[in-house]
């Protein structure tokens, strides 16, 4: 049935009834994940402050360094992936193999990678940079840089991985793959650092990231090759990089710019705060942290929510992707406002669950309410963000944030934080505004979007023409939720 004739049937109680349903049973395995994932984060940070203050503000000078050199690799190649895999999918089926995508970006990925393990390994000009100069800390970040150069490709590929079975309406396998980390994760940490008579140290928190990633990203190769989804994979091959390169870059580079002046600025803030001693970057680093964990969350509901709507353009369905992005954005506002309002509520208890020092407890709780708001309106620019992004519109995504944090939030911190002397209250502050501002500009792009000309946009992107039905060995059945979502209802 066609799309528009079908959505005329019903009340629009029932449309946004029936989509909230689908992105329940979308969204919720995803939800679930990206939870697990930030548990994992958590649980990582907990090991560190398990070793002291400067374990953990070498951590923090660590994260500057990958967020701004490493990640970037990760937020461009998977924002590039999600809208041309989601869209190509179901607009050119029968083809292209969505796999090749996935391949040619694993092979941009490596190639670029031997200049920021060599990055990594000689820090020394970075750290000038940042104007540390405890030996200790230089000492832990050093040796966390290293271990990164291990495991940061295993996160890169797994996460080209992940848009492959995403782009197919594969969501639970992505839980199951995070669960499995989270158990790597404990196991080893409980091994190697939390047991007096089996710990090995600074050095047992690395190694048993090393064993995590490694193990998420093991688990999703395996079920590639293992299950029907591998027909979409194709074969090994060159033809066509020059030209999906270019795609990728394209619309990759300005997800790695977002990304970058995500967490840039809250790299910029934990340089102020070295000035503030050791103390300070501790508790920064745990905000930091605890803000990334939240932030990896609506990160996992924006890739289920840019897949859908994605997926929905390159069927020709400009009327369900709109629904579904409205629907994402205001669920997701309520649900965020309630964590939030938890969050101010038991912040004794949430402090306490964060860092394990009671010192350090003390001086979270004060900022814990400037972290509610990021939080709040971070997931809620997380999905906004992937509805963009499965319209392909990286671009103005990343225009806006760089233009909110960095003429606004940044000159707005630096006066609260030293002129005014609040301290980490006020760079908490100015970031706050900036994702508040984000948010709302995000919000007004995806609801004055013309979606006709975006599935038009679409189509041209991956090359599409009127896709021939799914074959019977495909993941995903033309007659499905994946398509038409209000069957169910």
């Not at 402050?49 to 050199?69: D, E, F, K, Q």
């Not at 519109?393 to 806006?400: N, S």
Request: net charge positive; hydrophobic share 50%; with cysteine.
């Amino acid at each position: 049935m066609d799309p528009q004739a079908r959505r005329s049937d019903g009340s629009v109680y029932r449309e946004w009834a029936c989509e909230a349903c689908d992105l329940a049973v979308k969204a919720g395995p995803m939800l679930v994940a990206g939870a697990v994932r930030s548990l994992t984060s958590i649980i990582h940070v907990q090991a560190l402050s398990h070793v002291g203050t400067r374990a953990l503000a070498g951590y923090s000078l660590a994260l500057v360094v990958v967020n701004l050199t490493g990640y970037p690799f990760m937020y461009g190649l998977g924002g590039a992936l999600e809208s041309l895999c989601s869209q190509a999918y179901t607009g050119a089926r029968g083809r292209r193999h969505i796999g090749v995508y996935v391949q040619h970006a694993i092979w941009l990925f490596l190639a670029a990678d031997i200049a920021v393990a060599l990055l990594w390994l000689c820090p020394g000009v970075v750290f000038r940079l940042l104007a540390t100069t405890d030996p200790d800390v230089l000492a832990y970040a050093r040796t966390l840089l290293a271990f990164e150069c291990v495991f940061f490709p295993a996160i890169v590929v797994q996460t080209c991985l992940k848009r492959f079975l995403l782009a197919q309406g594969l969501m639970h396998p992505t839980l199951l793959f995070e669960a499995a980390g989270l158990a790597a994760m404990f196991a080893s940490l409980r091994l190697l650092v939390w047991n007096p008579a089996t710990a090995v140290g600074f050095v047992g928190v690395p190694i048993s990231a090393v064993i995590s990633y490694t193990t998420v990203l093991l688990a999703n190769a395996l079920y590639i090759a293992c299950s029907p989804c591998r027909s979409e994979w194709g074969k090994f091959a060159a033809a066509g990089f020059a030209q999906n390169a270019r795609q990728i870059i394209r619309l990759g580079v300005p997800c790695g710019i977002s990304g970058i002046a995500s967490y840039g600025f809250a790299d910029l803030a934990t340089i102020a705060v070295t000035v503030l001693g050791a103390e300070a970057l501790a508790v920064q680093a745990v905000l930091n942290s605890s803000k990334s964990a939240f932030s990896r969350i609506g990160s996992y509901l924006g890739m289920a929510v840019s897949n859908r709507v994605g997926n929905l353009l390159g069927a020709r369905d400009s009327a369900g992707a709109a629904l579904a992005a409205n629907v994402s954005t205001t669920t997701t506002a309520v649900a965020a406002g309630l964590l939030s309002v938890l969050m101010v509520v038991f912040q004794g208890a949430f402090a306490a669950f964060i860092a394990k020092d009671r010192q350090l407890q003390s001086e979270l709780r004060p900022l814990l309410p400037l972290l509610a708001v990021v939080v709040v309106f971070d997931m809620l620019s997380n999905v906004l963000t992937g509805v963009l992004r499965g319209q392909g519109r990286q671009g103005v995504a990343a225009l806006v944030r760089v233009v909110s944090l960095y003429t606004l939030a940044v000159p707005l911190a630096y006066v609260l934080c030293f002129p005014l002397h609040l301290g980490l209250r006020g760079l908490w502050i100015g970031l706050a505004v900036g994702f508040v501002v984000i948010a709302v500009a995000e919000a007004w792009l995806v609801c004055s979007s013309d979606w006709r000309a975006e599935t038009k946009r679409a189509i041209e992107r991956v090359g599409g023409c009127d896709a021939p039905p799914a074959g019977p060995d495909s993941p995903i059945q033309e007659s499905s939720a994946l398509l038409h979502p209000h069957n169910h209802c």
